[in-house]
């Protein structure tokens, strides 16, 4: 259930491997999403996990996107009330610059930084920052024990450790390893700018993809055109200033985070 930015693209072609867990083919449904694919129906989201694997998942970063996708939590319960739910969150700073990288690359971005940071109550880069905000939207309606939060940093950095406690938490054999486990799939300072003609040859590379297709390849597929037909967005380097006003502004939040899962991120300290 996210957040943006924060690995779920690498983690959901981890769980893709396992022989127990059938992860669909398309990463983000974004069933839950009122505004999004809500309206395709029950039985258009139960033909997206066409498996007798008994562990079935997606990851839709959008659904950690409230107030402005409202709604998610209920709608999920509704459906799913014994789902277990995995929150992927990074230091939030890291986070922001990642999410800004993205959405320049992707031309929803035009000002610079500090242009986009400039009202922190209503910035989507803040809210989206805001992980025990989010979280709480959760735990209003699923129990804590069915809420695993993991932080981007030690699936970076304790990956094979971090694995085996997303499967302990899904039921299934913690133990399970292989070689792409040690692949990352995306990195901020690797994101690039499509040119118009980019854009193009990514479409109907997207297109061609089969369904049937293991995410990882399709993700490297989609990718294909970048290096000749796209250029490269650097990532800023965020003011101290800034960076601490933004830190302070989410302070109360990362005191009910760790509150809330009885956590310190110590990994978050260095940044």
């Known amino acids: 259930m996210g957040g943006q930015k924060c690995g779920t693209t690498s983690l959901h072609d981890y769980l893709s491997r396992h022989p127990a867990i059938f992860m669909s083919r398309t990463k983000e449904l974004n069933f839950f999403c009122a505004a999004r694919n809500a309206s395709r129906g029950r039985a258009w989201y139960e033909a997206q996990f066409p498996t007798d694997r008994p562990v079935r998942g997606e990851a839709s970063p959008h659904y950690t996107n409230y107030p402005f996708e409202p709604g998610v939590p209920a709608r ?3 459906l799913l009330p014994q789902a277990r739910l995995m929150y992927l969150v990074r230091e939030p700073v890291a986070r922001i610059l990642s999410h800004y990288v993205h959405w320049v690359g992707e031309g929803q971005e035009t000002r610079s930084l500090e242009e986009a940071l400039a009202d922190f109550e209503s910035s989507p880069y803040l809210t989206r920052s805001r ?3 989010q979280l709480e939207q959760y735990l209003a309606v699923y129990p804590p024990e069915q809420v695993l939060v993991i932080t981007t940093e030690e699936l970076r950095d304790q990956r094979a450790a971090t694995l085996r406690r997303v499967f302990r938490f899904l039921g299934v054999d913690e133990s399970f ?3 792409a486990f040690a692949r990352q799939l995306y990195r901020a ?4 700018r499509l040119t118009p003609l980019g854009r193009a040859v990514a479409t ?3 297109r061609l993809a089969s369904p049937q297709w293991p995410p990882g390849l399709v993700w490297r597929l989609k990718h294909l ?3 000749a037909l796209s250029r490269p967005v650097p990532v800023p380097v965020m003011p101290p ?3 601490t006003a933004v830190r302070e502004f989410l302070r109360p939040d990362r005191e009910r985070l760790r509150a809330l899962t009885g956590r310190d991120f110590p990994e978050w300290e260095a940044a």
Do not use: F, G, N
Request: one cysteine or more; proline letters at 9%.
């Open 241 to 243: 200033k800034l960076a």
């Open 225 to 227: 055109p970048y290096p």
């Open 76 to 78: 999920m319960h509704a």
């Open 131 to 133: 992980y025990a905000w």
């Open 177 to 179: 390893t292989c070689a």
């Open 204 to 206: 109907v590379t997207r």
């Open 189 to 192: 300072r690797d994101q690039r």
